[in-house]
């Protein structure tokens, strides 16, 4: 199986939601790995302060390949999920990989340009609808750094906008939490953090969406 998550725009959780699903596959048993495709190498940077830190499950990451689609049908031939982390801009990838992946995630929080960017990534998106086995690019939002308060107004007015776009949202979504800032510091998940940095209320979150994510998956 092959999840991407990406997005037009940069700072949207991106590689916070990769590597948090495939921290939760990892914990679960299920043989994955990481595709870094970003050039900044954040998921790379948050598998490498993992490792030094001796955190298990220990989770390979690759970077970008030369060919990433090529790359990506050898990865799912070997690994039961592969998760794909496009990097800010790289819009051609992104594209490249939706039309073989199980699932594309779009990440998108409350604000104008997010939102934007997030309807011609839709839109882009369709124009490819042919060239996916399925007959169209199996793809959802998921609203990212929300409110964490429960049925915000402005999340609820967001999804409804979504929605109305003829764009599938996750009813689950990340809310914006301090706990989430450690575990790019720390190489952990938020169910791995300890102490202090430890947040019951984002690691229902998380795991709800990764819940629903599988759900997705196996829908598709």
Request: with cysteine; net charge neutral; glycine share 8%.
């Amino acid at each position: 199986m092959v999840i991407t998550i990406g997005a037009e725009k940069g700072g949207v959780s991106k590689t916070r939601l990769a590597t948090h699903i495939a921290a939760l596959a990892a914990f679960q048993g299920i043989d994955v790995i990481l595709l870094d495709t970003d050039k900044q190498g954040s998921a790379m940077s948050w598998s490498r302060i993992r490792n030094e830190e001796g955190v298990s499950p220990s989770i390979p990451v690759l970077a970008l390949p030369a060919n990433p689609a090529r790359e990506l049908a050898n990865l799912a031939s070997k690994f039961s999920l592969v998760v794909v982390d496009i990097g800010a801009q790289s819009y051609r990838t992104l594209l490249e990989c939706a039309q073989l992946s199980d699932l594309v995630l779009v990440p998108c929080g409350n604000d104008q340009q997010e939102m934007e960017s997030t309807l011609s990534v839709f839109e882009a998106l369709r124009g490819l609808d042919g060239r996916h086995q399925s007959g169209r690019i199996p793809a959802h939002v998921v609203l990212t750094r929300v409110s964490p308060k429960e049925n915000a107004k402005a999340t609820v007015e967001l999804r409804d906008f979504l929605r109305g776009e003829g764009i599938s949202v996750c009813q689950s979504h990340i809310a914006h939490r301090e706990a989430w800032k450690a575990t790019g510091k720390t190489g952990r998940a938020l169910h791995e953090l300890k102490g202090a940095d430890r947040s019951p209320k984002a690691i229902r979150e998380m795991q709800s969406l990764y819940d629903e994510i599988v759900q997705l998956a196996n829908q598709e």
